[in-house]
């Protein structure tokens, strides 16, 4: 069934994605399609750092673009964009005009080029390039040629469930504590409160971690479960753990 989603030119339509990719490393499946394609060429800047989840997917397929989208596509829907999904986004090429005696020896010594053409045609992922995406490749550029910054790698982003003693802890402190955990490599993201049973809720958090810096195991044993964050937290598992 194809996802549907609101006009990714505004804070409301990123949003929705952010919330959307909070659980989830891709737009469909377990790997990344077309339909990730679709959705990173509608977005027309580098997403802002508050779109935790959003940012570390843009990321993700920036680093994929040039090399093959595996997965199985379920289409995509997004209001106010004229992009076709990657489900039925077909790429026409101009139908040739028949040749004029003028024009039929200048056609024969150009075939070898054509074949070459044809080669780079076979080739192409994505299907010749737009204004807009031409536009928007060139402002990232921009941006990472003015920051000096490379791009980082060994990064991951894990989704912990924190659960709390009983139906009687204080969610908002659990969810301080949690927070007040700092480490050079970790970066705290969005959080959400989802019933157990009994009244109880757990915290599901996402954090991105630097690989070489932060272990999350270590994490959880020595500072998550361990005091003081243990008057509030009876224990904390890794629901998703994914390389970025």
Known sequence: MALQ??????????????????????????????????????????PSAKFVNLARWYDHISALLGSSFPGAAAGVKIAGSAAATATTREVAAPAAAPPTPETAADDSAEAPAAEEDDDDDDVDLFGEETEEEAAAAAEREAAKKASGKKKESGKSSVL???KPWDDETDMKKLEEAVRSVTAEGLFWGASKLVPVGYGIKKLQIMMTIEDDLVSPDNLIEDYLTAEPCNEFIQSCDIVAFNKI
């Open 160 to 162: 912990l469930d924190v």
């Open 5 to 46: 989603l609101e006009d990714l030119s505004g804070e409301p339509g990123l949003k929705q994605l952010d919330d959307y990719l909070l659980s989830r490393s891709y737009i469909s499946g377990y790997q990344a399609s077309r339909d990730d394609l679709s959705v990173y060429l509608a977005i027309s800047k580098t």
